[in-house]
Each structure stands twice: as C-alpha cells, then as structure tokens.
C-alpha cells in the first residue's frame, strides 16, 4: 500500500484516491463549474504565453537577420568606398553590400514615403549617399554592434546606423509582455487558490456527516484531507489540460490564415507554446490545485 | 463471530503499538472522581467514580440531560474532563495529544439514536469505511463486512443503498460499523431511541450477542421498558452523580424504577 506524508500525517494514497474518485462523482456539477472558470483563467495566461513565445520568435528571428547602413560622406573619396566594400565583402558575418547613390536614395524615398505631399523637389543631397550591409543569418546583436562600431572608424563613413535602438524597442516591448505574463500568472495562481478553495469549502460542508463519522471511527485527520487534496489537485490540472487543448484547438484552425499575413509582415511564422511551456502549465496547475485545496481544508476541516 | 479473528492494528492509541499483559489484566475503563462543566457553578457530571471490567455488560441511564452523552463523549474524546481521570485500559485518555485521538477511537465502536449513516453511500460503504480507515487491503474488507452483515441480519444486502432501508435496518448498518473493526469496547448512545419497542428489543439483543464474544457494551438508554426486562449492570446518572446496582432493577437502590428514568 502506498503511504504519503501530507503535514506531518500518513496519507494512503491508494484509498484517498479511491474516496476522491467517489467525490469526484458525487460533487460533478460543482467541480464542473470551478473546473469551467479556471480554465477561462488558464486560457488567458495561455494566450498571453503564446503572445510572448511569438514575439520573442519575431525578435529572435529579426535580431539575427540583422542590417547595417553606413552613411557615407558627401566628399568620400571613391577609391575608400571600394576599398571599404572590399574589406566588407571579405568579413564572414557579412552576407551582401550594396552602394546606394543619393539619386537611389531619393527614389526609393518617394516610392515608399506616403506623406500626401509633392516631396520631388527635394535636393539630392538631402540623401546622402550610403553603403547597405546584410549580415549572415545567426549573427548576435552584440556582435553586430561590435562590427557597427569599428565600421564607423573608417575614413569615408559619416554616419553608422545598426538599429539598436529599434531593437531595445523591441526588447521593451518584450519586457513589457513578459511582466504582463507574470502578473496575469500571479492573478491566475490566487484565482485557481481561491476558487479551488471556495469549492472543496463547499465540498466539505456538504460532506461534514462522512467527515464526522469518519473521525468517529478513527480516521487521522491526513486520512480525511487526502481525497479532498486530490481532489483540488485534479481541478487545477483538468482546468490547465483545457486551456491548453482550447489553445491547441485555435492554433490548429487559425495558424495558416494568420502565417501568410505575419510572415508578409514580420517575416517569422505563428509558433505554438514550447513543451516545457505547457508542460509548466498542467504540473502549476495540479500543484497550485492541491496547495489551494489543502488550505482550505486546513481552515474547515474542524470536526 | 464466525471466521478467523483479525488483530487490530491499532490497539493502543499508537500506530503499530501492542496491549501487553498488564494493560489486558486490567479494567477496560476506570473513571476518577470525574467532573465536567457546561457552566462555570453547575457540572454536569460531579465527582463520578466508575469502574467496568473487560466483557461487561452495563446500561447507563438517566432522565434526559442527567449526562449519558456527555459521559460517553468524555470516552470517546469528543470532550476533555474538567476535573478527575478517565482510564481506558490504563491508559489517562484525558492526555492524549490530538493525534493519538483517532488511535483510541479505533479501539472503540460508537453507536448513535440518529444511526450516523451515510444516505448516499451503500452498505457495503457504510461499514466498510472503518476498515479503510485501518488501510486493510480490500479482500479483507469485503470478508470482514460479509461477516458483520451476518452478525447483523443483513446478510447479502450489502450493495443496496442505505437510503432506502428502514430505521430499524439502519441501526443495525451502523452498529455493523461499529463491530466490524472488532472493537474493545462499544458505546452506544441512545441506539433505539428513534425505533419502536419491538425493535428496540431486536437492537438490543444484537448488542448482547456482541456482548457475549466478550466485547465490552455500555448501553446509554433512558427507555424503562428496555432496563425492566435484562437484568445487566445499572448505572445511573442523576444530577451529575451516579448510582449503580450490579444486577439491573433487581437490586436497585432506589424506590422504583422512576428515580431512574425521571
């Protein structure tokens, strides 16, 4: 038989689980209804994750396919800008180089810009000329950065721009989403203790004459709590698995229409909740159950 | 009882303890100069001084409120003595720490007037609860609770549901409860308080019948009709003091039957 410590008392697993089966048949329709509202709650935080795991693929995709544009001076001698495009085209981060004269700049400034106004007579040395570097794919922002700075020394280059600021944008962004998940899972751990809670108080008042006779014949007080712990621990866990089945669910039916316009976007593709991820949710889940149950039981339980 | 004898394997207030010789040769309880108070100048028990020996018989009486509950509660630890001792095969039940309570409790089977029985549970449930609570392995469950069905005239009646017996059926559920972990001693509060005379009799016989495979019963009653027609060991319980006569009415104290029921 197999025993369990549960506060400091034995608990027999075995027949707990057998007595909690019992309640779980005879308490169906209320642990229907908790069940149902934590996992709305668990469906949240699930979204939210998979908020977060998409951007952080977005991020992690555009940060190593990283550019860099160096602005060159309007009096830069030719022979340097060649010699600058060799010693570009010779690093292994680099992957392309390519020389955008003022006239090009300008161009491609008014086929892109849409500000509802006759922008052509604006001189062409408004756009200086540069040099548009794409890097390997793989390369960290650090490094990135590292190649940014020493390019910036270089004789024919007036400005250097590596997008860092866009992408602490990002990170801000990110940072921002992943305090969102955090909260909403602190919410949701004090929503799944609270309803947990307030249910197995429900179950153990409607169940307080088989309590009483239990005692009555003998039964420790973890013996008692046993059912009801598991009890708690399988709403938490049944509430999690159906979010994540929710979620699964409306990934399935909406990740191909969603695909095409993100990848036109952002050019990463829509990623479901990494194993670990949902994994964390189903074992928080049937462990935030069981502490909240247990609790519960601890406050009521005074037969 | 028929069939083999299973040791209890809790006998002693302690997982896994053993009574020892000593402990067996004395009485089963000795209350000493007990008191119990509800209000601070009025104890509802005063000064009881009891002592019943192992396979005793004895009815405990008293008009309503003289304490026959209270007095059963005080032994199975549902209430603490105020003053005094109360010694349950030697032991002071009075110090237990809360968690050898349910360790005494499975030394004893408690019967209530209101059977204390769950509705939606069988009968096998019922009783087999007591069982569960030992951790005994199912097979000797279920023989365990055909045997107290037996020993209660419900034999093969073990799948129905408790809510559809009669009270008289229910009772006998409850003190199958009560006899199926083979307890020392039972304490039956006022068992056929909510029964008819007929079957007040019938109940009251099963608890002799128990009684004699050497179980200890204290019958708390304050049914005259019952106490006139066995002549069991009497004790009395009157404004918190106890009389008793060793052969029932026979060789009563008293002027009649009436200074004990009120």
Redesign the interface.
Known sequence: MAFTRLWGETMDVKSAMTRARRGLREERRLYVVAVSSLAVAFLCLGATLLGVTNLDAAADRWGQSGRITLFLKDDADPQDVAQLRVVLEGLSDVREVAHVTPEQAKASFLEEADVGADLSALPKEVFPASLEVSLVNGVTRERSESIATRLGQFRAVSDVESYGSWFQKLDHLLWGARMLAAGLALLVMFCVIAVIGNTIRLAVARRRQEIQVMKLCGATNGFVRGPFVLEGMFQGFASALLAVLALLAGYLSLHESVDSTLAALTGSRVVFLGVWTWLLLLTGGALIGAIGSALSVRRYLSV | MQGTKVVRP?PFFR?GARASQPQLAKPILVLEDVYKFFRPDEPTLRGVNLKVERGEFAFITGPSGAGKSTLLKLL?RELMVDEGRVLFCGRDIGRLTD?SI?????N?G?VFQDF?I?D?WTVFENIA??L????M?QRLIRSRVAEALERVGLNGRGDEQTSNLSGGEKQRVAVA?AIV?EPALILADEPTGNLDPHLAIDILTLFEEINSTGTTVLFATHDHSLISKRDHRLISIDEGRVVEARQGLKDWPGSGIHTLVG
Do not use: Q, T
């Open positions: 809790f997982a199975y968690k349910p360790f005494l409790r499975r004893l408690i204390r769950i939606h609860v007591a569960e609570i030992l951790s392995p409860r972990p």
